[in-house]
């Protein structure tokens, strides 16, 4: 069996983590479980990204040593991720030494494909990256993510030469080798391919200190999307280790503003090393709020923290897994999160688990462990990367659940000294409710784990405090 590997997109550490990055970690955990409960062997990659201009400035701002900054600030999605029972097998900073040795490596790699010019163009530097006249022209000045105007910028760099590669990464994406979900964005992805320049890849050291020395001339720094992209791989250990039991990755998580980096100039520099290109990006929408950007400016950005102690973890997994689509934008209100948790969650599966806990334990049922495993449609739900269709299909499976108790009536049986049928329902109820529950496993891994040491328990008891209780 091949081995499988999963990444997410890696946040800038200039600010908290906010509910937006919630998407990429919870859509490779549930991923990652799912393969892992699947029998597959699987790494799991996350980290942060640590260098660039945005980054250094938001230090000085905060009047903050630039090393204190970023270790505080990892540390804090660190911490998240722990709260959002998020467990990568791999955390990469970009300002390990490993790291930024590796990624001199790399480069000293792709020199072949790569060559120095003068250039004057536009820059963002919320999203690092050039712009071109038009989207100048058509965002008059000003950056429409972050809100910030273009700079003019002049300056000698580096360039990697796209053009070695867009034919190889057209066939590739044409052919499937390299898959991007959703095929809208593929096309997206193809259109953009043609419309490519040369990329460049370093700033001068003058205008960019924080960031990794480009090998061989020092007044040079790497462009923060080569360090970063490079860290899918030398997380690895590349190039001091050989890293084909993993490489190619599986898939790579990513948001959609950031696809172009993955589909354009990851697979260039990758073609470059000799690399294989990954199986499947995955681009994910954007979590709106109340129907706008979310923005500091307008003052509506969600802490995924309040969200979390709000209803707790399995309330936030459950929201964004089940009711937010993977592939495109999807809305965020509190009214939508509350009704969520207490008409589905508590009112569909915490019901369930309470009565018939409590039925099982009335009859002093005893249960026999059986094997479980994933259904054909929730596989190929999974499979297709259909994150709400395979939780939908489980969820199906609760309700049913809840609809054959009110039909069997098992109190009835118990009355009517039905012992042996009462058993064989509720048996069959405690097998039904084990299935969901490890089809629910990848999405709400703290509560199925809860649901399963009560039904697999030497005595099957009722929780003595609900697992979801209506608190609002
Ligand atoms: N550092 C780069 C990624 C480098 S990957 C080699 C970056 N960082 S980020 O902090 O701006 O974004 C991290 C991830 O969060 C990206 O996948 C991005 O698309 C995602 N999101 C940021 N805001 C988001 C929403 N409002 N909604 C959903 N995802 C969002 O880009």
Not at 194 to 208: I, Y
Not at 431 to 448: K, R
Request: charged letters at 30%; proline letters at 5%; aromatic letters at 12%.
């Amino acid at each position: 069996m091949t081995k499988k590997y999963i990444t997410t997109a890696i946040p800038y550490v200039n600010g908290n983590p906010h509910v937006g990055h919630t998407m990429d970690y919870l859509l490779s955990d549930a991923y990652y479980r799912y393969l892992k409960l699947s029998g597959e062997e699987a790494r799991f990659q996350s980290g942060t990204d640590e260098h660039g201009n945005k980054i250094f400035h938001k230090a000085l701002d905060s009047k903050k040593d630039i090393n204190e900054y970023i270790d505080e600030n990892s540390q804090k999605f660190r911490d998240f991720i722990q709260k959002l029972d998020v467990y990568p097998t791999d955390f990469i900073r970009t300002s390990d030494k490993d790291h930024e040795r590796r990624c001199k490596e790399i480069w000293k790699k792709l020199e072949p494909h790569i060559y120095s010019a003068e250039y004057e163009g536009w820059y963002c530097e919320g999203c690092e990256r050039f712009v071109t006249e038009k989207e100048v022209e058509e965002n008059n000045g000003i950056c429409p993510d972050h809100q910030k105007s273009y700079e003019k910028l002049s300056e000698k760099n580096y360039y990697l030469r796209i053009s070695d590669f867009k034919e190889k990464i057209r066939k590739a994406i044409e052919t499937g080798e390299m898959k991007i979900l959703p095929d809208f964005r593929e096309k997206e992805m193809l259109k953009l391919l043609d419309e490519s320049p040369d990329v460049s890849v370093s700033r001068p050291k003058k205008n960019l200190s924080w960031g990794i020395t480009v090998p061989n001339d020092d007044s040079q720094v790497m462009y923060v999307w080569i360090d970063a992209l490079s860290n899918y791989i030398t997380v690895l250990g590349y190039p001091d280790n050989d890293i084909s039991d993993f490489w190619p990755a599986t898939v790579q998580f990513v948001g959609k503003d950031i696809l172009r980096f993955h589909a354009i100039i990851w697979p260039a520099m990758l073609l470059g090393l000799g690399l294989p290109l990954p199986k499947l990006l995955h681009s994910h929408g954007f979590i709106n709020v109340n129907g706008q950007k979310m923005s500091k400016s307008i003052g509506n950005v969600v802490d995924p923290i309040d969200v979390l102690e709000r209803h707790g973890v399995n309330a936030l997994r459950y929201f964004f897994l089940r009711h937010v689509d993977n592939f495109v934008d999807s809305d965020f209100t509190w009214e939508k999160f509350d009704s969520a948790y207490n008409n589905e969650l508590a009112n569909d599966l915490g019901n369930l688990v309470q009565r018939l806990a409590t039925l099982c334990s009335k009859n002093n049922l005893s249960y026999k462990t059986k094997e479980t495993k994933f259904s054909p449609v929730y596989v190929e739900a999974m499979n297709n990367f259909k994150f709400n269709e395979a939780f939908e299909h489980a969820w199906t499976h609760v309700q049913n659940l809840n609809k054959k108790i009110d039909e069997e009536k098992p109190w009835e049986l118990a009355k009517n000294g039905e012992t042996e049928k009462l058993e064989k329902a509720l048996s069959e109820l405690v097998d039904g409710i084990l299935h969901a529950n490890f089809e629910l496993s990848p999405f709400l891994p703290d509560a199925t784990e809860k649901i399963k040491d009560i039904f697999l328990g030497e005595k099957i008891l009722p929780p003595k405090t609900p697992l979801f209780p209506k608190e609002r």
